[in-house]
DNA sequence: TATCTTACGTACCCATAGTTACGAAATAAA
DNA sequence: TTTATTTCGTAACTATGGGTACGTAAGATA
């Protein structure tokens, strides 16, 4: 599984421990408010080694919100693909948004929510990402939706897309009330309330 | 109704002037990616003359933020508190918060739901400025429901708190689509289905 | 040992943004 | 006309952040 050694100075930066301390600043921070140079702080990499590495500031974070897709957007797909009941997803949902961030040893709110929001002032790559993304969510959502009304458990009028919309709504304003401060009991009470709606 | 004469050299600076493109930078672009320096382009004012009116970049913010909630913000609260149905005052809402913006000349999203997002980029005055205007919206949510039970208008049995969060959030959450390009007409849809729920 | 290759990191460049020092300009009062 | 007062705006200062030039270190190969 080593690889064989090769010719040229060994590279000493740690690029998954670089790659995981960026991810979780901008997750714990904010995407466009940790520069290179904190990272370089936090890390002991320098700056030229993080550009070597990741080729920019952009390179840098859309391989950081690669690392969040599979840390925290699979797993939400996870749930809506999962054969169960439409309730029980919906539970599911409530519980996954709602977990004790602090207990799991990471940040509250959506690192993905939050490139959103700042989706100007991302680079290019990241930016069509950050599109591409929203695109597989509501996409992921809206395939459950269909296949729950196809099963009857969901009779509600309102259209797929616009479910679709309304779920990853919903779960924008829970991560917005997590970052504000208000406790994940409250925000599940609210959670269930929205999804109750569509049944 | 003018002002006396006074000493020394007559002002110049538009102060309503620089205010209202201001206002117009946040909201329209974001609050915190407006340089004084782009406000000093587009109104012709020079930056010691704003700083001489607004006394920092917090200082205008806040000013901003302060026009805005005249502009914006009262006419929510005028619907919450009119003596309407509760149906009525949901209506309301989806038909204020869908409004075409363009056709208003008015940028589309929402300033103080950017700026809560961005409370940690925000100066001391503005940001406390932004917490108390939380409260004021929590607190008019909570009223108008409050009342609306009380009439035997809503019977839902969501906590009062809650369910001012929820219709907080659900407003947060069409002011994001409209920021991301999701057409009003997809957005009062599923705000009216958001609002269903609650009756 | 000499050479080729690759990665390292200090020190810098450049642009932007908030902020202000300071001399000039404009007006009322003396 | 001189003085006191108030505002004006150019040109700086400082800090930060993305990005890189370049001389050096470390290993493989000849």
Redesign the interface.
């Known amino acids: 599984m080593e690889k064989a050694e090769k010719r040229g100075r060994p590279k000493t930066l740690e690029r998954e421990h670089v790659l995981q301390t960026a991810l979780m600043q901008y997750w714990g ?2 995407p466009t ?1 940790v520069s290179i140079g904190e990272i370089c702080k936090l890390t002991g990499a320098s700056k030229p080694g993080i550009y070597r590495e990741f080729g920019s500031d952009d390179g840098l974070k859309c391989a950081a919100l690669e690392s969040y897709r599979s840390l925290a957007l699979l797993p939400l797909f996870d749930i809506l693909k999962r054969d169960q009941s439409f309730a029980a997803a919906k539970a599911a949902l409530v519980a996954f948004t709602t977990q004790d961030r602090e207990a799991l040893g990471v940040p509250s709110g959506c690192l993905f929510v939050a490139m ?2 700042q ?3 991302l680079g290019s790559a990241t930016g069509e990402r950050v599109d591409l993304l ?1 695109e597989e969510v509501l996409d992921a959502y809206m395939v459950w939706i269909e296949t729950a009304k196809s099963r009857g458990e969901c009779s ?1 009028q ?2 797929n ?3 679709a ?2 779920f990853d ?2 779960n ?3 991560m ?2 997590q ?2 401060g ?1 406790d994940n009991a ?2 599940a ?2 959670l269930r ?2 999804f ?3 049944e």
Request: proline fraction near 3%; hydrophobic fraction near 40%.
């Open positions: 921070v904010s408010d959103r929001t989706r100007g002032n929203r509600a309102i259209p897309d616009a479910a919309l309304y709504a919903q924008g304003g829970a917005r009330m970052k504000e208000v409250t925000i009470t609210v309330y929205a109750k709606m569509i």
